[in-house]
Nanobody
Framework: QVQLVESGGGLVQAGGSLRLSCVVS????????QGWYRQAPGKQREVVAH???????NYADSVKGRFTISRDNAKNTVYLQMNSLKPEDTAVYYC??????????????WGQGILVTVSS
């Protein structure tokens, strides 16, 4: 079973930065998708950034140039660096990682969600 644990959220002033981390643990052989989503109060969950396999990163228009998704394979950790934060970035952020286990089974795991609050 694959588990994701997120950290790094909190309260920050507009213009500030935060880095979210998502540690992947369990029966992981390979990762072929990594993504970050967010859900603001009263709104649907939306994708913020994602990367498929070895392809390029993709970002929502609202965060392009400000957010960066990355992964440290040695630490089995996916990051979301968020710069120039705006109040409208306030939301619960979720990491989503998909891959294959050593027994060949595919898996799709979600983090527990972490709150990011940006004050004006």
């Amino acid at each position: 079973q694959v588990q994701l644990v997120e950290s790094g959220g909190g309260l920050v002033q507009a213009g500030g930065s935060l880095r979210l981390s998502c540690v992947v643990s369990g029966r992981v052989d390979s990762i072929n998708f990594q993504g970050w989503y967010r859900q603001a109060p009263g709104k649907q969950r939306e994708v913020v950034a994602h990367k498929v396999g070895g392809g390029s990163e993709n970002y929502a228009d609202s965060v392009k140039g400000r957010f960066t998704i990355s992964r440290d394979n040695a630490k089995n950790t996916v990051y979301l660096q968020m710069n120039s934060l705006k109040p409208e970035d306030t939301a619960v952020y979720y990491c989503n990682v998909r891959g294959t286990s050593y027994d060949g089974r595919t898996w799709n795991a979600w983090g527990q969600g972490i709150l990011v609050t940006v004050s004006s």
